[in-house]
């Protein structure tokens, strides 16, 4: 039988091992544990812009809560779409000198102070931005997530780790021009340099179901459905079964504009509308076509045939189903927001977006319990030494 002495110095033991393996897991989880508060913080304080941030009627000037949704989506997707292995990518950094990010400054300006707000202590009153716990990068990407989630899309896959570039000049010529009249441009941005599939090409573009184009960002204006903040299959099954006429116009700014107008059965045009490239995802509009309408009742006359290219059967595939798209477009969307060559890191459980409901009780609980233990042993083990 063990003497008192030697029941002593096993429990001292324990407890001294407990104590040093209690500060280093205090040490190699504190970094993680922070950034995951703060991106649960920022991802709700995104969310309330869903329910009370400004619109039309307040300080913003993007107009309704489905053109907020919208703006919040194409920045992380006008950023995310310029990789190219040695640069670009989801970097934090829009080249706002170029047309193609016309009215992406507000959204930055919307997300900047959230993202200030995840700062390490009293860093976030010197207004010292590097001591963020989030890159630019990581909460673009967030204000995205939530933007989809919140008009009831697919629960979506989130990751920090993101670093942000300090310049990215000449990078929107990336971008696939919205007057592109060629299914191969896109494949050649999207299959050839980015990776995806046809099929994952054609559910990222079902995000323009959300929010509107306006006139002073890109001489286009008009939303692409009734019901831009809602996260639905409607901007397929639009684009095959509503009618939609061709109008070209010349802008000031911009040059040559191509919309296809929404057209009711009572012979007027309506207010949404879809651009060239998001035609040509299903119709074949060149090639010695000479149609001026696609979608609705085929007419002889004027309709353009539907393309055989590789995008074509996608969109018919995600007219019919909602769930089939909302899969397809939550891998896509999750790897296109994590077009970096940094390793990013999940902060939530499952991967998922962030909120503090979600966050599960931090190691300080288990900290605080084993300290009890110790401090609650200490007199039995003095009271065995001294007998």
């Keep these: 039988m063990p003497n008192h002495y030697s029941i002593c110095c096993l429990l001292a033991t324990f407890l001294l091992s407990s104590c040093v393996q209690v500060e280093a897991e205090e040490t190699s989880q504190q970094v993680l544990s922070s950034a995951a508060d703060a991106a649960a913080v920022a991802a709700d304080k995104i969310r309330s812009l869903t329910t009370s941030g400004p619109t039309r009627d307040g300080s913003g000037t993007w107009g309704d809560l489905g053109d907020l949704m919208g703006l919040l989506v194409r920045l992380p997707f006008h950023d995310a779409a310029t990789y190219n292995v040695t640069d670009g990518g989801s970097d934090g950094c829009v080249d706002l000198d170029s047309p193609e990010n016309n009215g992406l400054q507000e959204a930055i300006d ?45 629960t979506l896959d989130y990751k920090i780790g993101r670093v942000d570039a300090d310049t990215c000049a000449g990078q929107a010529s990336r971008h696939v021009g919205s007057e ?25 573009m079902g995000a323009h179901v959300l929010g509107r184009a ?120 999750a790897n296109l927001t994590s077009m970096t060559n940094q390793e990013l890191s999940c902060v939530a459980s499952g991967c998922k977006t962030p909120s503090m409901e979600q966050r599960s009780p931090t190691s300080s609980a288990t900290r605080e319990d084993r300290a009890f233990v110790a401090i609650a042993c200490t007199p039995l083990i003095l009271g065995l030494l001294l007998k």
């Design 214 to 333: 306006t006139t002073s960002n890109s001489g286009y204006e008009g939303k692409w459905v009734k019901n831009n903040d809602a996260f639905t299959n409607d901007y397929f099954i639009d684009l095959i079964h509503v009618p939609w006429i061709k109008q070209r116009n010349e802008d000031e700014n911009f040059g040559r504009r191509t919309t296809w107008k929404r057209f009711n059965d009572d012979m007027f045009f309506e207010d949404e509308i879809m651009l060239q490239t998001d035609v040509d995802l299903a119709f074949q509009t060149t090639g010695g076509y000479f149609c001026s309408r696609v979608g609705g009742q085929f007419s002889q006359a004027t309709s353009c045939p539907n393309a055989t290219h590789a995008f074509s059967s996608h969109v018919r595939d995600f007219a019919l189903d909602q769930e089939a798209w909302f899969e397809e477009f939550a891998v896509a969307w």
């Design 180 to 204: 592109s009249t060629s299914s191969e441009e896109v494949s050649r941005l999207f299959v050839d340099r980015l990776g995806f599939t046809p099929r994952q090409v054609v559910a990222l």
């Design 110 to 154: 919307l997300l900047e102070p959230i993202r200030l707000g995840t700062t390490f202590g009293s860093d976030a009153d010197d207004g010292d931005d590097t001591a963020s716990m989030l890159s630019r990068a990581d909460v673009w990407a967030l204000a995205g997530n939530v933007m989809i989630e919140a008009g009831g899309g697919p």
